[in-house]
Antibody, heavy 119, light 113 residues
Framework: QVLLVQSGPEVKKPGASVKVSCKASGYTFTTYAMNWVRQAPGQRLEWMGWINADNDNTRYSQKFQDRVTITRDTSASTAYLELYSLKSEDTAVYYC????????????WGQGTLVTVSS | DIVMTQSPDSLAVSLGERATINCRSSQSVLYSSNNKNYLAWYQQKPGQPPKLLIYWASTRESGVPDRFSGSGSGTDFTLTISSLQAEDLAVYYCQQHYSTPHTFGQGTKVEIK
């Protein structure tokens, strides 16, 4: 079955960077896109961007355009989200979510990674 | 950005009764070339990631009970739970994936009356 397993919780100081991983199994990694979505406490889900795991094309939300990078390692069937210049408002659970393409619904989700930004 | 607005924010329904959640998008999410509405519904239980229930506004994801149904087109959509079960206690989100950023509604919390 499809499984997306994310890396563990992180605690970072303001201004630092964080890199979250999402290891996929149970399907051919390069035939799907991977999205990243975050959920701050009490807030709605917020889409950050996606990567086409086949051709490495990416698209980002303008809100995060300047400080986010999404990459993938096809040999490891793993996608990564890196967020820079962290602020306290970036404290959230970060999810990876698979989709058939960048324009499809998200049919499988990782378990989530809590990133806490605190001085 | 397309703004997604759900109503109500919460609702309490008796077991076995119908629950109806509405979602409105600030612009149409119907793609005319394929006549598909780029609208999905997700269920999120406490401490869990969201789970896809409905895509293309009305297509039930594999394994989702048939008491869940989606309807609507253009800018107005509805998720209906025909006979609420105890395990349906959750927050429900609509999402448009018509244009980026793919935006979500604020969520509707379904409680048992």
């Amino acid at each position: 079955q499809v499984l997306l397993v994310q890396s563990g919780p992180e605690v970072k100081k303001p201004g630092a960077s964080v890199k979250v991983s999402c290891k996929a199994s149970g399907y051919t990694f390069t035939t799907y896109a991977m999205n990243w979505v975050r959920q701050a406490p009490g807030q709605r889900l917020e889409w950050m961007g996606w990567i086409n795991a086949d051709n490495d094309n990416t698209r980002y939300s303008q809100k995060f355009q300047d400080r986010v990078t999404i990459t993938r390692d096809t040999s490891a069937s793993t996608a990564y989200l890196e967020l820079y210049s962290l602020k306290s408002e970036d404290t959230a659970v970060y999810y990876c979510a698979r989709a058939a393409s960048g324009w499809d619904a998200f049919d499988s989700w990782g378990q989530g990674t809590l990133v806490t930004v605190s001085s | 950005d397309i703004v997604m607005t759900q109503s109500p924010d919460s609702l309490a329904v008796s077991l076995g009764e119908r629950a109806t959640i509405n979602c409105r998008s600030s612009q149409s999410v119907l793609y005319s070339s394929n006549n598909k509405n780029y609208l999905a519904w997700y269920q999120q239980k406490p401490g869990q990631p969201p789970k896809l229930l409905i895509y293309w506004a009305s297509t039930r994801e594999s394994g989702v009970p048939d008491r869940f149904s989606g309807s609507g087109s253009g800018t107005d959509f509805t998720l209906t739970i025909s006979s609420l079960q105890a395990e349906d206690l959750a927050v429900y989100y609509c999402q448009q994936h018509y244009s980026t950023p793919h935006t979500f509604g604020q969520g509707t919390k379904v409680e048992i009356k």
